[in-house]
């Protein structure tokens, strides 16, 4: 009987390898926690002044699927306050085998371009866009013009 008892309790009672540390005393404040950096934020902001090179932007954007930076400088649309255009973009690809015509920076949903509408849509006198999608998990982030210019509106913004 008494057999069963130790058992039982040793069953019961965690190993040492199932041990968990749950009392602050426990806890060596003296070792420096291997994931922190408390100047991790001045590098940073060192990092991306030396990108900009100087230059002002209203806003940092990214990626609103899985939060990927995209654009560290670009510049609000004037009406449109969910809309940016930028020059310089990372972490973006271009579907070269899409191409629509608008007068709004908007493209349609499901709109393909072919050869023959892509010169059509040149000759008709309307820009072409071309969309822009996030690099890592191909989310629709925009469009790019003709001149190379990034229009995005599918995007988080944040402070710069």
Known sequence: MKAEEGERERAASPTDSQQTISDDDEIDYSVKPEFYDPDLDEKDELWVQKKRKGHFSDAVLSCP?????????????????????????????IKSDQVSQQGSLKRKRGQKGRESGESEAGSAGGETFKPVCCSVCSTEVGVIDEEEVYHFFNVLPSES
């Open 65 to 93: 699927a899985c939060f990927t930076t995209l654009c560290l400088e670009c510049q609000r649309h004037e009406k449109h306050v969910t809309q940016y255009r930028a020059i310089f973009v990372v972490n973006c690809k």
